[in-house]
């Protein structure tokens, strides 16, 4: 039973390690049209298209950019995966169309605006600012293309498959042995006769295998030029003009390259991520938003990892993880509190601090500033260790406030779930 419950933890810490790493990272994550026109700069074969807000703008763009198609593409852009199959919550059913040019502003009319459902948006779903329109290719055969960072490699990985079309999970499952990777030599950097492998091992029908491998070549190029950490392409299709397109494509890029990168970044759509998240970043916290009643501030990722398995150990469930970090003033802290109490899904919070780095007054001098702009409806639970621990509890003491204090963790985490009653 007790090594039963241990491995249940640990499995616990290892997800949240995993989320908190992406976290740190913060990929970069930009919409489908904005990564058609970054490909489109490095030479790379993409539909013609382009995105609009409106409904004034989806009749002038059919006018103007599709004069002679009679049928074209309106694709919701959200930053999620699984739009074909996902659900407005106007009951409009998919956020991909391919319908008559002169239907586009009555499709568009069901999704901007709207929320758009999907199986990566979680209930909630994300609202559809922009469609993309795109002209109707006349597709013969889809491929999957995709580059990563690998760790085994230490360097770039491209994996292909010559099926496409549906994630590459599946493709794994049902094609193993038509999955091909290619490592790169990040060093030396992509060759022809990499190039080629990806090539042959697509297979493609129609496309023009040397035209191909230059393809590939310039989608390397533009994974490394411009700091990707992933780049995806699903489809890579094969047209009836015998072209390799990337028909739908997803990039991301490593935040650690902002500073160099700043065009990339500036068309970061904030409106599409947890706006929790987006006032952490902000602040300069790492915070991660769960589904528990038990806000947490912590000081130190293991620390608050720790915290999430105590809290679910006596029965609670916790509501974010939240990392203040060790160099923390106390307007960070505020903010941290401001992001605990704005989720209505915390009925309580646990405040616990091991001061090393980090000093304790600091928090205290946080916490009681952070109680004076918000009201505090729910039971705050505060633990303090460390450094200058008698100089914080001195101060939670004379603020007035109606604390509930801990002497250890455990003592911590079990006030905190009873207090929750």
Known sequence: MVRGM?????????????????????????HEYQGAELMGKYGINVPKGVAVASLEE??????????????????????AGG????????????????????????????????????????AQGKVVSKVYLCEKMSLVNEMYFSIILDRTTAGPLIIACRKGGTSIEDLAEKFPDMIIKVPIDVFKGISDEDAAKVVDGLAPKVADRTDSIEQVKKLYQLFCESDCTMLEINP?????????????????????AAYRQKEIFAL?????????????????????????????????????????????????TPANFLDVGGNATENQVVEAFKILTADEKVKAILVNIFGGIMKCDVIAGGIVNAAKQVQLKVPVV????????????????????????AEDLDDAAEKAVKALA
């Open 268 to 316: 970061r759509d904030s409106s599409q991520e947890d706006p929790r998240e987006v006032a952490a970043a902000k602040a300069d916290l790492n915070y991660i938003g769960l589904d528990g009643e038990i806000g947490c501030m912590v000081n130190g990722a293991g620390l608050a990892m720790a915290t999430m398995d105590i809290i679910k150990l006596h029965g609670g």
């Open 382 to 405: 505060v633990r303090l260790e460390g450094t200058n621990v008698e100089q914080g509890k001195r101060i939670l003491k004379e603020s007035g406030m109606t604390l509930i204090t």
């Open 83 to 122: 739009r074909g199959l996902g659900t407005f919550k106007n009951g409009f059913q998919g956020g991909v169309h391919i319908v008559k040019a002169d239907q586009a502003e009555e499709i568009a009319s069901k999704m901007l605006g709207q929320i758009l459902v999907t199986k990566q948006t979680g």
């Open 6 to 30: 241990l491995r249940k933890l640990a499995n616990q810490s290892l997800s949240v390690a995993g989320k908190w790493q992406q976290q740190q990272l913060r990929r970069l994550n930009i």
């Open 58 to 79: 989806v009749k002038k763009s059919i006018q103007e950019m599709f004069p002679n198609q009679s049928e074209v593409v309106v694709k919701s852009q959200v930053l």
């Open 236 to 256: 890579l299709a094969e047209t009836s003009d015998n072209k390799l397109v990337a028909a739908d494509a997803k990039l991301n890029f490593d935040d650690n």
